[in-house]
């Protein structure tokens, strides 16, 4: 700060003296050497030093002159929070795979218990109070600089849509209803690691619109036998019976087999617009936020890393669905070009399907017995030691690929 407080007060009297195109000069000069917006250092350079002549009722006559304090004034109220309560709150973070603070403050009233229970957290009365009182601008901000180190991966371009439905020439047997428990829409993520050519798996995605309940499975290629027998699967383990799909115009879905497959089992199947990928939107977010986010942009294409990867997915979705709270959004209103949007509460899959009054009582109870019978720390810790066992199997394949080349003499 002492060294651009000397750079304006060398320049703000040749500044103030210069003409409008050396004053330009000047000014980039400045800019480049502090760091400064250009309106933020002319404003310093034309006000530095500058003298005002005033007199008072008395005739007293006096000077003021325009200066810049180097400090700011730092507030003299005593922190709320300490570091040993950001450190708590970081833990938590951390154990709820690094989720936003709005995500964070909504799941911490049932999480510290839950982990006090299980001894894999342990506070003070005073620490507790705080971190159970904490808001979710708070915590943001006591998370700051540990994100900044992190350096996360930048969001998907991804955005929410309104969900259109253009009905595929199929017989619908129920009304889509966003609101209803079971009415879903798929997608596939490829795992090419950059690269098209060749075959390599890809991952399922189903999401309940209505919960945000989702369910992950990887397939060896995009052909039609293998993401059908994945439906099937995933279909077995929702808690909630199948009532509609929802696709995009990917070939993989839009055929006889799954036509017939839903015509058949009495789901209604629509699909969306054409070049429109908004319009599945729910499972686009999950795309990246789900599956992008514990699978990564590697190119999987081998038996192995297709089990690996499952295998993940059997732990992971118990993860999403029971502990990872997630915001819907409730309207958007625009006034000229701002655009305001309403959120509701962050809550988990598991906790939208409780509150749902289209789900039967007996699938309540069981999804309440499996809440008490988890615990997060433990699935965190098993996700970390699947993704670890994911990796070795890349960098072996890898590692065997380099080796065959240099044997065959493609590498010298």
């Given amino acids: 700060m002492v060294s651009r407080r000397e750079v304006i007060v060398k320049s703000a009297d040749k500044y103030r003296k210069a003409s409008k195109k050396d004053k330009g000069q000047i000014l980039d000069r400045i800019t480049e050497i502090t ?17 005002l002549y005033m007199e008072s009722k008395r005739g007293t006559r006096f000077i003021l ?17 300490d570091r040993e309560v950001a450190d708590a709150v970081a833990t938590l973070w951390k154990m709820m795979d690094y989720i936003c603070g709005k995500r964070l403050a909504a799941a911490i009233p049932w999480l510290v218990p839950k982990l006090e229970a299980t001894k894999d957290l342990f506070l ?32 998907s371009s991804t955005k929410p849509g309104t969900l259109l439905k253009h009905k595929i020439p199929i017989r619908t047997f129920a009304d889509w209803d966003e609101d209803k428990p079971g009415f879903v829409e798929i997608d596939l993520v490829s795992h090419e690691g950059g690269c098209s050519s060749g075959e390599f798996a890809f991952t399922l995605d189903v999401t309940d619109v209505a919960s945000g309940w989702t369910e992950l499975m990887a397939v060896r290629n995009r ?17 909630f019976p199948l009532c509609g799909i929802d696709s995009d115009n990917d070939s ?5 087999h799954l036509q017939k497959y839903c015509e058949d089992e ?19 977010q999950k795309n990246w936020s789900v599956a992008r986010r514990v699978a990564g942009y590697a190119r999987y294409d081998t038996e192995g890393e297709v089990k690996a990867l499952n295998e993940l997915y059997d732990v992971y979705r118990l993860y999403v669905n029971f502990f990872l709270p997630s915001a819907k959004l409730i309207s958007k209103t625009r006034t000229g070009a701002k655009v305001k949007k309403s959120y509701d509460t962050p809550k988990t899959p598991c906790q939208r399907l409780l509150d749902s009054d289209h789900v039967a009582e007996e699938v309540k109870s069981n999804l309440r017995g499996q809440f008490d019978s988890l615990n997060p720390a433990d699935l965190k810790k098993e996700i970390d030691r699947l993704k670890s066992r994911l990796n070795r199997a890349f960098r072996n394949k890898n590692r065997t690929l380099a080796g065959n080349e240099i044997d065959s003499g493609k590498v010298a």
């Fill in 124 to 155: 003070d009365d005073d620490r507790r109070l705080k971190v159970m009182s904490v808001s979710a601008a708070t915590i943001d901000r006591m998370l700051a600089d540990r994100k900044r180190k992190l350096r996360l991966k930048e969001r």
């Fill in 223 to 239: 052909a039609r036998i293998w993401t059908m027998e994945a439906l099937k699967a995933i279909r077995s383990r929702l808690p």
């Fill in 252 to 256: 993989t879905f839009i055929n006889h």
């Fill in 35 to 51: 760091g400064y917006n250009r309106d933020y250092a002319s404003h310093l350079l034309t006000l530095f030093g500058k003298r």
């Fill in 65 to 81: 002159e325009a200066d810049r304090k180097d400090s700011k004034v730092r507030r003299k109220r005593k922190r709320t929070y």
């Fill in 266 to 284: 009495r789901i209604t199947f629509t699909r969306s617009r054409a070049g429109n990928k908004n319009d599945n939107c729910y499972v686009e």
